[in-house]
C-alpha cells in the first residue's frame, strides 16, 4: 500500500478562485492513476476561497474513507477561537494532526503563542507536522524555517509526536541530527522539487537520501509524501523506484510508518503495496 502523507487542495493560479471541489477531484484522479491508496490533505495557514478551511476540507472529504485532514495553524492569528475549533475537531476525530507553517509566517516554533496547539496535540495524541527548508513563496523568510528549531520543541514537548517537512531541505544534515536526537521526530520527504525531478537534481537527492538512511536515521521515521500538487506524484515514485532501498524499508516510508503516526486504518483502494514492489 502506498500512503501520501503531503498533499493539498489549493488553488495555486489563483487564490481568489475556489479550490473545492475541483482540486479535491484532481487529487483523487491523481491518486488513482499513480496507485496511492491513501492522503492526507494538510491545509493552509490562511483562509481564503483558493485555500480551504480544514472544516471545510473535513465537510468535503466526510464521505472519502482514503482521505484524511492536517489543520494547517496561522501564527498570526493563532488564539482561543481557533483553540476551541482545533478542539471541536480533535474531539470528533475529523482531523489527523496539526500543521505548523513557520518561514510562511515570520515566527519560530517554540513561540511561546503556540504552546496551547502543543498542548492540544498532547492531548489527543496527534503529531504536530512543521515546514521546514525552503519556502514555495519567495517573500518566505527561511531563518524561521531550519530544522533545528524543531529541536527546541522537541525538548520541552517530550510527549508530543514532531514530523519535520521537506527533510529540512537543504538543511538536510541538520534534519538528520533532529531526528536521530529526539525519539518523538520523524521527517517527510515531500516538497524536494516543484513539478517533476530532473535527472541532475533527482541524483543529488538521492543521495542525501541514502546518506540519511546509512547514518543511522532509523527508516521508520521517515514517511513517503510528495506535497502534491506543487510536486508530481509520478515523479516521486520513479525517484523511490531509483533509491533501491530494500523491501522492507520500502513499507516503511511508503505505509507503515504514516499508518502508525497518524492512527489510519487504511484499505487498499487500488492495489496493494505488494503488487507496487513488484512493479518496481
Same mark, same amino acid.
Given at each position: 500500500m502506498i500512503i501520501d502523507c503531503h498533499t493539498h487542495v489549493n488553488n495555486y493560479q489563483d487564490e481568489t478562485v475556489a479550490a473545492l471541489p475541483d482540486e479535491l477531484v484532481r487529487l483523487q484522479a491523481t491518486m488513482r492513476r499513480n496507485r496511492v491508496d491513501a492522503a492526507l490533505i494538510l491545509t493552509s495557514y490562511k483562509v481564503v476561497p483558493g485555500r480551504p478551511s480544514a472544516r471545510a476540507v473535513v465537510e468535503a472529504t466526510r464521505h472519502l474513507s482514503n482521505i484524511h485532514v492536517v489543520a494547517g495553524i496561522s501564527w498570526a492569528t493563532f488564539g482561543q477561537t481557533a483553540v476551541e475549533e482545533l478542539r471541536s475537531l480533535l474531539e470528533a476525530r475529523e482531523i489527523k494532526g496539526l500543521k505548523l507553517y513557520p518561514g510562511y509566517e515570520p515566527f519560530y516554533p517554540a513561540d511561546p503563542k503556540l504552546e496551547p496547539a502543543y498542548r492540544l496535540a498532547e492531548e489527543f495524541d496527534v503529531p504536530v507536522m512543521i515546514h521546514t527548508g525552503d519556502t514555495y513563496a519567495p517573500t518566505g523568510k527561511v531563518k524561521y524555517s531550519h530544522p533545528?528549531?524543531?529541536? !527546541? /520543541?522537541?525538548?520541552?514537548?517530550?510527549? %508530543?509526536?514532531?514530523? #519535520?517537512?521537506? @527533510?529540512?531541505?537543504?538543511? $538536510?544534515? +541538520?534534519?538528520? !541530527? /533532529?531526528?536521530?536526537?529526539?525519539?518523538? %521526530?520523524?521527517?517527510? #520527504?515531500?516538497? @524536494?522539487?516543484?513539478?517533476? $525531478?530532473? +535527472?541532475?537534481? !533527482?541524483?543529488?537527492?538521492?543521495?542525501?537520501?541514502?546518506?540519511?538512511?546509512?547514518?543511522g536515521v532509523n527508516p521508520n521515521k521517515v514517511l513517503y509524501g510528495t506535497d502534491w500538487p506543487l510536486a508530481s506524484m509520478e515523479?516521486?515514485?520513479?525517484?523511490?523506484?531509483?533509491?533501491?532501498?530494500?523491501?522492507?524499508?520500502?513499507?516503511?516510508?511508503?505505509?507503515?510508518?504514516?499508518?502508525?503516526?497518524?492512527?489510519?486504518?487504511?484499505?487498499?483502494?487500488?492495489?496493494g503495496f505488494g503488487s507496487f514492489l513488484r512493479r518496481i
Open positions: 533545528l528549531h524543531v529541536d !527546541e /520543541v522537541a525538548v520541552d514537548f517530550p510527549r %508530543v509526536k514532531f514530523l #519535520i517537512c521537506h @527533510l529540512g531541505n537543504p538543511w $538536510f544534515r +541538520d534534519c538528520m !541530527e /533532529v531526528v536521530y536526537k529526539n525519539d518523538n %521526530v520523524y521527517t517527510d #520527504i515531500s516538497g @524536494l522539487t516543484l513539478g517533476q $525531478f530532473t +535527472d541532475r537534481f !533527482e541524483a543529488y537527492m538521492r543521495q542525501q537520501l541514502k546518506e540519511m538512511i546509512l547514518w515523479s516521486y515514485l520513479q525517484f523511490m523506484e531509483e533509491l533501491k532501498l530494500p523491501a522492507r524499508d520500502k513499507a516503511l516510508m511508503f505505509y507503515e510508518n504514516a499508518a502508525a503516526l497518524f492512527k489510519l486504518e487504511v484499505k487498499p483502494q487500488v492495489m
